[in-house]
Nanobody, 117 residues
């Protein structure tokens, strides 16, 4: 079993920055990819960015390319999402997730990000 705990959300003005953290514990060796998802009110959950646990290959949603950066610290079992130039449309609950054997199996509880205009 894997536990994921997000932190770092909050309220920020448009153009500002936030950094989200995701602390992983448990059987993390079973995870081959980690990622950040978000869900805005009335919308489906969508992927924001992903990173492989070996090699560190990253992928980003088009809407956040050039503004968000995903990274990981394997020594401390922590993943980050640096969010710059935030826009009101980035407002959502952000979830940390872990993929095992092709399925997004593990999820955190979510952290709220609110961007005011």
């Amino acid at each position: 079993q894997v536990q994921l705990v997000e932190s770092g959300g909050g309220l920020v003005q448009a153009g500002g920055s936030l950094r989200l953290s995701c602390a992983a514990s448990g059987s993390i060796f079973t995870i081959n990819t980690m990622g950040w998802y978000r869900q805005a009110p009335g919308k489906q959950r969508e992927v924001v960015a992903t990173i492989t646990t070996t090699g560190g290959t990253t992928n980003y949603a088009n809407s956040v390319k050039g503004r968000f950066t995903i990274s990981r610290d394997n020594a401390n079992n922590t993943m980050y999402l640096q969010m710059n130039s935030l826009k009101p449309e980035d407002t959502a609950v952000y979830y940390c997730a872990g993929r095992r054997l092709g399925t997004w199996t593990y999820w955190g509880q979510g952290t709220q990000v609110t961007v005011s205009s």
